[in-house]
């Protein structure tokens, strides 16, 4: 059984940059097709970005392609989401998220698409 963790949210200004990490337990990531996602006040969860199971292949939503990178370490079964210009309506609890499906591709972007969540992380954009 695998367990995520986020870590690195906070309240920041407009423009800054923040560095999400997700940590997992339990057993490797390597083979695991990963994200983030991300759920605003009143909104539905949506997705932000995934990355493929060795991290050549990154997809991310339009609006934060060229502001976010995502990344991971397989080695230290951690994933990371660089959050560089943050805007307001970047504001919202971050979670990331693994696919256990042997099928999963990279561009996988459902909520569905993904069986195992972390508890999520705030991230809070002043103007």
């Known amino acids: 059984q695998v367990a995520l963790a986020e870590s690195g949210g906070g309240l920041v200004r407009a423009g800054d940059s923040l560095r999400l990490s997700c940590v997992a337990s339990?057993?490797?990531?390597?083979?695991?097709?990963m994200g983030w996602f991300r759920q605003a006040p009143g909104k539905e969860r949506a997705f932000v970005a995934t990355i493929s199971r060795h991290g050549a292949a990154k997809y991310y939503a339009d609006s934060v392609k060229g502001r976010f990178t995502i990344s991971r370490d397989n080695a230290g079964n951690t994933m990371y989401l660089q959050m560089n210009s943050l805007k307001p309506e970047d504001t919202a609890i971050y979670y990331c998220a693994r696919s256990s499906q042997i099928s999963a591709v990279w561009t996988m972007t459902g909520v569905s698409d993904y069986d195992t969540w972390g508890q999520g992380t705030q991230v809070t954009v002043s103007s």
């Open positions: 339990g057993r490797t990531l390597s083979d695991s097709v």
